[in-house]
């Protein structure tokens, strides 16, 4: 016994050392909490390094770029607009889908990527810009086309609400409240959008 006890006692630790996708995941990690805390501008490799828990060198090996980082670590944040389940009517279909577009808007990848267009220059606004525009702006107009199709088939959509202007009226309204005006649209006001502005937008026409 006191030979088995002995061993257990001077057994090798277990390495606890992050390696391949657990450390990339926890550098990204750090990425997105830096850019909530200190900015674009405050962001640096070796912060991201220390918050990850890891060396300066794991993170250029991976990344030889602050922009290259900040853009992966964007684009691994953002969960996917990939669907829009059917609720049975337009209006709720639309109510859930802004439900979920908001939580995007207001997500931490949201937030820091709000942060990375207010700071850096030209060159890379351009680049977060096009990120924008993949994860964002283009699956949800994608799923609002999706919805009023449905809804044109349905019955409760007129057949000729398909034209641009009327997709760009959700995400533009939304824009402008959370950058001008600085709502953070609860479900109140995603409500009041949908049944004040959209379902009437989109009503077939009596007669």
């Known amino acids: 016994?006191?030979?088995?006890?002995?061993?257990?006692?001077?057994?090798?630790?277990?390495?606890?050392?992050?390696?391949?996708?657990?450390?990339?995941?926890a550098i990204l990690?750090?990425?997105?909490?830096?850019?909530?805390?200190?900015?674009?501008?405050?962001?640096?490799?070796?912060?991201?390094?220390?918050?990850?828990?890891?060396?300066?060198?794991a993170v250029y090996r991976r990344w030889p770029s602050k922009a290259e980082l900040v853009a992966d670590a964007l684009r691994s944040g953002f969960a996917a607009l990939d669907d829009a389940p059917d609720h049975g009517s337009v209006r709720e279909d639309l109510y859930q889908l802004c439900l979920r577009i908001r939580d995007t808007m207001y997500s931490r990848s949201g937030h820091a990527l709000r942060?990375?267009?207010y700071e850096c220059d030209q060159t890379a606004a351009d680049r977060f810009q096009e990120l924008i525009l993949h994860r964002v702006i283009e699956p949800a107009n994608r799923l609002l086309r999706e919805v009023v199709r449905r809804g044109i088939e349905r019955g409760d959509v007129r057949p000729d609400a398909t034209g641009e202007l009327v997709f760009d009226v959700i995400p533009g309204l939304m824009m402008y409240r959370s950058k001008l005006c600085g709502s953070a649209w609860d479900?109140?006001?995603?409500?009041?959008?949908?049944?004040?502005?959209?379902v009437p937008l989109l009503r077939p026409r009596a007669g």
């Open 1 to 25: 016994m006191a030979t088995s006890r002995w061993a257990a006692t001077t057994a090798p630790p277990v390495s606890l050392r992050r390696r391949g996708p657990v450390l990339e995941r």
């Open 29 to 57: 990690d750090a990425t997105l909490e830096q850019l909530n805390t200190v900015g674009w501008g405050g962001l640096t490799m070796e912060g991201v390094a220390a918050g990850a828990g890891t060396g300066k060198a």
């Open 115 to 117: 942060s990375v267009l």
């Open 187 to 198: 479900e109140e006001d995603i409500a009041a959008m949908i049944d004040q502005v959209m």
